[in-house]
Nanobody, 123 residues
Framework: HVQLVESGGGSVQAGGSLRLSCTASGFTFDDSDMGWYRQAPGNECEFVSGIRQNGYVYYIDSVKGRFTISLDNTKKAVYLQMNSLKPDDTAMYFC?????????????????WGQGTQVTVSS
């Protein structure tokens, strides 16, 4: 039974920080490349960041320099440290696991998804 459980969301003012966590079970985590997506009301689901088990990381331009993705295989967890948050970052954030394919931004390239954690940034 695969589970991805996100936590760490909340409400912050612009310029603040949050650290999202996603803990995994039910599959071989240290074989899994991971990603974070977000979806704001009325918008499509948007890829935010991805990380491979070999350490390669990828960010969309709008979060580069502000967000940091990391893995902890001992805890079967992936994290997203979000600094200098902006109102445009407001969304439900989802953890995605077992990336296989050639495009980080294609949701169908991930086999497993969490339920999401809400991030709200006020101006």
């Amino acid at each position: 039974h695969v589970q991805l459980v996100e936590s760490g969301g909340g409400s912050v003012q612009a310029g603040g920080s949050l650290r999202l966590s996603c803990t995994a079970s039910g599959f071989t985590f240290d074989d899994s490349d991971m990603g974070w997506y977000r979806q704001a009301p009325g918008n499509e689901c948007e890829f935010v960041s991805g990380i491979r088990q070999n350490g390669y990381v990828y960010y969309i331009d709008s979060v580069k320099g502000r967000f940091t993705i990391s893995l902890d295989n001992t805890k079967k967890a992936v994290y997203l440290q979000m600094n200098s948050l902006k109102p445009d970052d407001t969304a439900m954030y989802f953890c995605a696991a077992d990336f296989r394919g050639d495009s980080w931004s294609r949701p169908s390239n991930y086999h497993y998804w969490g339920q999401g954690t809400q991030v709200t940034v006020s101006s």
